[in-house]
Nanobody, 110 residues
Framework: QVQLVESGGGLVQPGGSLRLSCVAS???????MGWYRQAPGKQREWVAT???????NYADSVKGRFAISRDNAKNTVYLQMNSLKPEDTAVYYC?????WGTGTLVTVSS
């Protein structure tokens, strides 16, 4: 059983930065780890993925602004979010295999 615990969300002004963290417990090795988000009234969408390689991939909407990374020793995945925009406002979810975290809210507003 895998448990995912996210942290790092909050309120930030447009142009600001936040760093999300997700700690995965319950498995000795995790291949692909990723982030999704769900804005109010919208479907959940993929944001970024990092493999054990590590290889990273990003949605076009965040490419160049967000950076995903991982610490294998800590089974932790990070999402560094820079140049945040109001449209980045959403609940951000960590995703590992079939497992989901409970989400952390990011609000970008002046």
């Amino acid at each position: 059983q895998v448990q995912l615990v996210e942290s790092g969300g909050g309120l930030v002004q447009p142009g600001g930065s936040l760093r999300l963290s997700c700690v995965a417990s319950g498995r000795p090795f995790i291949n692909s780890m990723g982030w999704y988000r769900q804005a109010p009234g919208k479907q959940r969408e993929w944001v970024a993925t990092v493999t054990s390689g590590p290889t990273t991939n990003y949605a076009d909407s965040v490419k160049g602004r967000f950076a995903i990374s991982r610490d294998n020793a800590k089974n932790t995945v990070y999402l560094q979010m820079n140049s945040l925009k109001p449209e980045d406002t959403a609940v951000y979810y960590c995703h590992v295999g079939p497992y989901w975290g409970t989400g952390t809210l990011v609000t970008v507003s002046s």
